[in-house]
Structure formats: structure tokens, C-alpha cells
């Protein structure tokens, strides 16, 4: 995957959604984030992604969970470490509950942002620019074909699966085709029932 993101990269001129038939864009939240991520997330379930991309999906969901635990880990053992601190007859836990609570909460804020939800950023930018890159072509023409093997040319092929696997991965091919042709044409209908206003 690819470490640098384009300066004149565009997350919404070069997002996935923006390619998402509009009868399935509807029922979206709207949300272009969690939108994406749901996306991502029904491509890898259907076997749409390339085995190693869905590696890196993994190792990012993996690696969000350990920076998580990580996070709330240095919070605790800072609040814990403040609470030790006494300088004289000083002590924290002397101190009101409502000056108390938000020094420690600001701790475990100071904590997450710098350890969890800065990393966690970069690193869902990096994929999402990744994934968008390599997939968005793929995903015009699939929605033009319907052939699962334009997103994922190792959708039946794929060199880890077994001859039973392959088998499997065949039946799946034709009902990911069939559901998504049938969807297509429901989506032209929709998109005409839009344009003549039936809708309203």
C-alpha cells in the first residue's frame, strides 16, 4: 500500500461513492466516511477485493484495535501516575471531583488524540486513498458488466484457495453477478422514475 497520499488528491472527487448506483446511494446514511467503510466492508464480504488488499483491510482494522488499547492503557497509567503525586501536603485526590474529572478526562483526551485518533487517521486515509485509487475503474465497469472478476481478477482464481474453494468461489461468482445485474436494471428504472418526477 502505498505510504505517501498525492498532495492534490481529492477524498470526494476520487471517492468510490460517487460511482455507487443511485437506487443504493439512497439508502446510504449520507455520511461519506461510514458510507465508504460499509462499502468496503460488503466488497470484502462478496470477495470483491484482491486477496491482499483484503490482507490490508485486516491489518488496519488489527491495528486500530491494538492503538485503542494502547490509548486507554497510557490514560490509565497517567491518571494513575498523577494521582501519586504529592508535592507537600498537596495531594490531587484532596482536590474537588469537579476540578478532579476534567484534568483527568483532558489526560485521556491528550492520550487518545495523539496516540489513537491521529494515527488512526493517517493510517484510514492512506487506505482509503489506496483502495479509491485502484478501485474506482474497476468499479465503473463492474456496474457496467457485472462481472465480479473486474473488480477481483483472482475471484475465482485465487492461487490460496482449494479445489473445493474454487468450487465454492464459482457459485458464488454467478449469484454476486445475477444480484448485481438485477440491481443495475432496477436502478435504471429508479433513475427514470427520478427524471420524470414519478417520485414525488
Given at each position: 500500500?502505498?505510504?505517501n497520499?498525492?498532495?492534490?488528491f481529492d ?7 460517487n460511482h ?7 439508502q ?8 465508504e ?6 466488497f470484502?464480504d ?9 490482507k490490508?483491510i485486516?491489518?488496519?482494522?488489527k491495528k ?7 490509548t486507554f492503557?497510557?490514560g490509565?497509567?497517567?491518571?494513575r501516575?498523577l494521582?501519586?503525586i ?10 474537588h ?6 484534568i483527568?478526562?483532558?489526560l485521556f ?22 483502495l479509491?485509487m485502484?478501485y474506482c475503474e474497476r468499479?465503473k465497469q463492474?456496474?457496467i ?11 475465482i ?7 473445493e474453494g474454487?468450487e465454492i468461489?464459482?457459485?458464488e461468482?454467478d449469484?454476486i453477478?445475477s444480484k448485481?445485474?438485477?440491481?443495475m436494471m ?12 414519478k417520485m414525488?
Amino acid at each position: 500500500m502505498a505510504d505517501n497520499i498525492n498532495d492534490n488528491f481529492d477524498p470526494i472527487k476520487y471517492s468510490i461513492l460517487n460511482h455507487v448506483p443511485s437506487l443504493k446511494l439512497a439508502q446510504y446514511s449520507g455520511n461519506p466516511l461510514m458510507d465508504e467503510m460499509m462499502l468496503w466492508k460488503e466488497f470484502k464480504d462478496q470477495n470483491l477485493l484482491e486477496p491482499n488488499d483484503k490482507k490490508e483491510i485486516n491489518h488496519f482494522m488489527k491495528k486500530s484495535f491494538k492503538l485503542l488499547i494502547v490509548t486507554f492503557a497510557v490514560g490509565g497509567i497517567l491518571n494513575r501516575g498523577l494521582s501519586k503525586i504529592k508535592i507537600r501536603s498537596f495531594e490531587l485526590f484532596k482536590l474537588h471531583f469537579l476540578i478532579r474529572f476534567p484534568i483527568r478526562l483532558s489526560l485521556f483526551g491528550i492520550s487518545f488524540y495523539f496516540i489513537g485518533f491521529n494515527p488512526l487517521m493517517n493510517n484510514l486515509m492512506k487506505l482509503h486513498y489506496y483502495l479509491n485509487m485502484k478501485y474506482c475503474e474497476r468499479y465503473k465497469q463492474y456496474n457496467i458488466n457485472c462481472d465480479p472478476k473486474t473488480m477481483n481478477p483472482l475471484f475465482i482464481d485465487d492461487p490460496n484457495l482449494s479445489s473445493e474453494g474454487k468450487e465454492i468461489r464459482r457459485l458464488e461468482y454467478d449469484k454476486i453477478r445475477s444480484k448485481h445485474s438485477m440491481l443495475m436494471m432496477q436502478n435504471k428504472e429508479y433513475e427514470q422514475m427520478m427524471k420524470s418526477g414519478k417520485m414525488f
